[in-house]
């Protein structure tokens, strides 16, 4: 299956050694994973950008590293030398070339918590809606072991305005301990497409329409960066209903 607007590719790339990215007619968010890098766009230089070395770094006050990324804007060729091995993840949708490249910084992405109980998860907003871009939404979530995100059941799959914007979306998995594996379900309200899988560390789902919620197994925590994009730049969606009761007070 290939997605209309949404395009994703990650690169594991050994230190010392580089990539190339051609220009083309998409914006890109590079988002370092992991590792350190210099990136090199044009004539802009990002030098020795990065941090963690593992999407489940935290610091000194265990407190979540925040990745670095770099906004590209199209017709742009990209080359990134890595000073680490690193793991780069490319994200790209449509654009129409407004934009300008730059930098986002660790200080530049907003962290927040959201849900409870066992419905709790973590997260960075890297290219969230009210940031520049043409197309693209990027986000890293976080679940602990047991609990469920991208939950309540929601979906972005079609255009009601004020209610609902259609936005395509690919997960990238990582797990850690690396050798677990978390549950996702993707589904519409018909069951026309009704599909749930077993998902292990580095895997990719495409998600083209309907629900996508995530479960993690007890002893493993998950991490997933989340691209979305459309033909309307606003995250906007509907709950499911038999199970939007999760957000009220009855749920402890």
């Not at 290939?2 to 590079?30: N, P, R």
């Not at 994973?33 to 802009?44: I, L």
């Not at 906004?71 to 070339?97: F, K, M, N």
């Not at 979306?169 to 379900?185: A, D, I, K, V």
Request: proline letters at 5%.
């Amino acid at each position: 299956m290939q997605l209309g607007y949404v395009g994703f590719s990650v690169h594991e790339i050994a230190s010392g050694e580089s990539l190339v990215l051609e220009s083309s007619a998409t914006e890109k968010c590079l988002v370092l994973v992991s590792g350190k890098a210099t990136v090199t766009v044009g004539n802009q230089v990002f030098s020795h950008i990065g941090e963690r070395m593992s999407p489940f770094e935290k610091d000194t006050n265990q407190q979540r590293i925040k990745p670095h990324s770099v906004y590209v804007a199209p017709q742009q060729r990209i080359q990134v030398v890595a000073e680490t091995d690193l793991e780069l993840a490319v994200c790209e949708a449509p654009s129409e070339g407004n934009l300008e490249t730059r930098y986002i910084t660790p200080q530049e992405v907003d962290a927040e918590h959201r849900g409870k109980g066992h419905n709790q998860r973590y997260v960075h907003n890297i290219l969230p809606d009210d940031k520049p871009a043409d197309s693209l939404l990027v986000v890293e979530v976080f679940t602990d072991e047991g609990c469920t995100s991208s939950y309540p059941s929601h979906k972005h799959d079609q255009d009601i305005d004020g209610k609902e914007t259609y936005l395509e979306e690919t997960y990238y998995h990582r797990l850690n301990p690396s050798q677990g594996f978390c549950m996702q379900r993707v589904y519409t309200d018909d069951r026309e497409l009704d599909e749930c899988m077993a998902v292990y560390d580095k895997d990719v789902v495409m998600v083209p329409k309907g629900y996508h919620p995530v479960a993690t197994i007890a002893g493993y925590d998950s991490y997933y960066l989340n691209v979305m994009a459309g033909p309307k730049r606003k995250w906007q969606f509907s709950w499911e209903r038999d199970h939007a009761w999760i957000n009220s007070e009855d749920y402890k």
